[in-house]
């Protein structure tokens, strides 16, 4: 064994530390260094780079942020592989690295590096070929991470001028192949780019499948790339949670719970009629709404089942459906295509206990919000599209016999929400989830009354808290 190579046994517990993300980023930092060799295991692939001294295990490692593994298993430090990097030759280029930090801070559904491999092969991508990437991650409204390919493009042209600095796994075993001219790809520039993307992880559906039939590929293998079945939600906040509470037994939970969701959390309580109304005027119209991927209201009050008594206690209240109207796509346009979520908890006050109205009518959402409406005319989605309306009611007796008890039913959202591995399934299946253990806290609790789940929704993609 040479001073470059290491022991076989040093290769299986690499193998047995990594989880299978981190070996496939570890398979493609490779693909240049054994292009013959990037379907096969981890084990396999290292211990052939280990014999043709190629393997620098400590830059892999370190690719992947695995710091705790370079001072364990190589006892060296993050600094050191980095002082080496500055000074030697680097095995893994920097292409690749960029595209593993891209794969990082996308959506992990579907593999982006499963994408590139394929699109590699049809000759699409490549280091000095990054513009149908860059696009895609313009369409998805990841600008910082366009900004990075930029990046990457300026100091590759100023390190090689107008030469590529490396070459992709396909060109090292087919060396006549150039990355100078471009392949068939005279329809695909003239497409049109601008697409209605509603907020989602959609990549140029069209132009990829264009290009795939061009190429005679296989459809499904780059297939992989469009996220079209999932609603994108990536902004950091992910939305504004809107919380009012009337009652005044949930705040606090809802509160800590979205913002560990890393949503921005907004929390009111006690409103009247007249001062929630003025609430939801005021948060349609926050211009931020633009950046952020979705919205989420969450209300508890007495009421009928069709609307909230506020603090006013009088009959009729504020109708719900006026509620879910403020935030629909032709009121608030910079929600259009985005999953607008309402959880509503309706302490229900009998029809002879409530007051006669003595409430000033209320102006409803008569004005438009008046940003940019382009948008709305160049878009097919329909304005009440993307709604998720859960309602859960019970008698308003409850709060008599426990005044200070939370709601069983936002207890337990926020319950499964809070567990990471729930936050992995789409909210509809959470949601089933939150109804069998709502009906089952009815069987068992026979002196208390029923709580009763309402869940309507026009949804159109699946939605996920976690990536």
Known sequence: MTKSQVSAALIHQIEQELDEDEKEMMIFLCRDLAPDLSNVDIR???????ETGRLGLSELLYRLRRYDLLRRALGTEKTAVETDLARNPRAVSDYRVLMVEINEELDKKESFLAVVCDLEKLNLVAPDQLDLIEDCLQNIHRIDLKKKIQKYKCEALST???????????????PNLTLI??????????????RCLNGQHAIQTELVHTSIQESGANSLEVKKMVYDDRYRMQSRPLGVCLIIDCIGNDVDMLEETFK???FEVLCYRYLSV??????????AR???????????????SRGSPHSIFCTDQTFPGYPLDRVKKFFTGDSCPDLLGKPKLFFIQSYIVPADQQEPTSLLEVDGNEQKITTNNRRLRNCSIPPVADIFWSQCKVDVSLLERSPNSPSYYLRTLAQLLRNPLNRKLPLLDIHIELNSRVYDWNRTSDLQPPYSLLLQHTLRKKLFFSS
Request: net charge negative; aromatic share 8%; with cysteine.
């Open 286 to 300: 926050l211009q931020r709404h633009r950046d952020y991927d979705s919205f989420i209201c969450i209300l508890v």
């Open 274 to 283: 007249e001062a929630m109304n003025q609430t939801f005027h005021e948060v």
């Open 260 to 262: 560990a969701l890393s």
């Open 160 to 174: 090689s001028g107008s030469q590529p600095m490396y070459i992709n796994a396909l060109q090292a075993s087919l």
């Open 44 to 50: 396999e692939l290292l211990g052939v780079l280990n």
């Open 181 to 194: 001219d471009p392949p068939f790809s005279s329809g695909i520039q003239n497409m049109n780019k601008e």
